[in-house]
């Protein structure tokens, strides 16, 4: 479960380049981008199931899965996405960032009935301190001002962050099905990203070599390799610690951020590394301690 665990977090920090190479991304409207991004990270699912005897077998069996698995996983990555997208336009983006990244909590909310492991005090205070310590990063003027002018932007960043947490928690509860299954949810989701954006964008490609890259990079990080390291965690980590080491990818964006000058270094900033680090401990913790438990009881008697 400790590895488990360890290759979901793996998603937390890739996820954390997601604000940054966006930015560096130039000029593209957000559904190209995500069509773009995805359609890279089915190349990487695919470059994965196929190099391997033992992949392509895998491979194979999820060519069988019901459509329903398929459809299913599609619309949790593409929802969450275009939800969020959706909410940005239509709300500010501090209110919008807040009620978004609530995910994390109803994870840890959720989690007891898809893991079987009630969260404990150590989980839900180390939750509640990465959303205090989210709060404070996404505070620009020191208030959020939530008006009834913006309230369908709001409602859109709430489904969001329900379709994220009903997507993540539904792995665990479907965890024969293969993580190269998230091949075809990539895929699917590109594929929608596209037709929206034929839609409802204008098309602008990336101008120059960086911004290509910088597309490239999303597709390879964070909205690729990291969709299918945290499937691996939420089929068999611990998802209640998950949950709440989960705030971690708001500050290390941040962080991120500030080192290549995109954004300034505040006492807000470095508050809300004490907070969310230590709520990841504490959260970790649980894990750790259960894993001594189990150790020093040794074996059960036959």
Known sequence: MI???AIGFLAVLLWASLALFTTLSGEVPPLLLNGMAFAVATMVGLSFGLATAK???IFWQTL???PFVIGFGTAGLFFFHALYFASLRLAPPVEANLLNYLWPLFIVLGSGLVAGNTP?????TGALLGLIGTVLIVMKDGAFRFEAEYLPGYALALGAAFFWTMYSLAARRFHEV?????TWYCLGTSALSFVMHAMVEATVLPENSVEWMAVLCLGLGPVGIAFFFWDEGMKRGDVAVLGAAAYAAPLLSTLLLIAFGQAELTWRIGLACLLITSGAGLAASSLLARRKLAKSAGPSPT
């Open 120 to 124: 404990g005090w150590r989980q839900w």
């Open 3 to 5: 590895r488990s665990t």
């Open 178 to 182: 293969p993580t190269l299954a998230v």
């Open 64 to 66: 069988r899965l019901p």
């Open 55 to 57: 992949g392509r077998a």
